[in-house]
């Protein structure tokens, strides 16, 4: 295990498993290009020690060169292309072959692509050292692949978190750390917003309410809570990428949760999805859903109970809770049988006594610590 700036990072790809790759992508290049003399296109800074290695091996005529662009800050893709070292202008009539580290979204692929669509070359060519297909949502299809990835966040052999990392000869990934991740869904009356509440005392976790984050954010003004109200004020949707954005922000912002409660997202099988692809981009995962179940008669008469005392029109009234439930059940269901098929879908039993309710709780939640810790 190794530390980089504020991170830890494990071991995930063997450097003689890259070798291998490397020999592999080289056997296929030199075929490929056996009575030729191309010229290589290093793409700095990630692709150094790919393209060092690949061209030792190299042993037919070949030119070498470099461009240089910049996508990434930090741990995630800025989705703007920075053109820093411009191709060579020689290039005209040669068979080009890019050397790249690694294809995440296909940003980089796509602004390549059209750089070099200005030069008349003969072939045109990407070989990336690594390629996650589960991210790249480019059309080019990468000629010659190393290794493939799932969404991770990777470190060394010319990959760098915040500069650090690149003279690694292995690949690192993010670690772990020993979270616990839930999300909680109840109808309203199951009592989620006091069960969150113990539990996020008991475990250090931190309880991500969108409907809190949306009201913070559009109170404060902040720049997503602005467009999310520009949504809103049109009577629309706010799309799920605008959410997303948010609940990364609060993630970012909580390093010293030891796992989050997420609550009122995900509501549809995307959301679940994004959610996933959040989680799993910062190394981490949903443990748990947890469902808060009652019966629908249970909860009518809490909700009666509640609306008496604090007034809410919407709890007073049967009709509405009724049309709110059945919104529950439709909206809710694939959401749900999109964990149970993933195997963590817990259904707890919502009806009794608050501290027994949240004995069932966190009898799961210990239950999912146990077998992290095997
Ligand atoms: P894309 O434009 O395909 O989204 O991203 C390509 C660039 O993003 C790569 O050249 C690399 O600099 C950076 N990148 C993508 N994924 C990773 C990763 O897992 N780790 C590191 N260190 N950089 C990455």
Redesign the pocket.
Known sequence: MIRLHDKLFEPFIAASEIEEAVGRMVEEVKADFKDETPIFIC?LN??FMFASDFLKRYDQPCEVSFVK?S??RGFS?TGI?ETLLDPPEDIEGKSVIIL??????????KELVAMFSEFKVKQFKIASMFY?PD??SGEYNIDYVGIKIPN????GYG???DEL?RNLPEVYQIKEKDMINLVLFGKPGAGKGTQANFLKEKYNLKHISTGDVFRYNIKNGTELGTLAKSYIDKGELVPDEVTIKMLNAEVENSTEAEGFIFDGFPRTKAQAKALDDLMESKGMKIHATIALEADDEVLIERLLERGKVSGRSDDQDKEKIKKRFAEYNEKTAPVLSYYEEQGKLHRVNGVGEIEDITKRLTGVIDSIHQNQSV
């Open positions: 793409v990630g692709a662009l996508s990434y893709s292309v790249e580290d690694i294809i995440d979204t296909g940003n980089t692929v996650k991210v790249y991770r966040f990777i470190v990959l760098d978190y990392g």
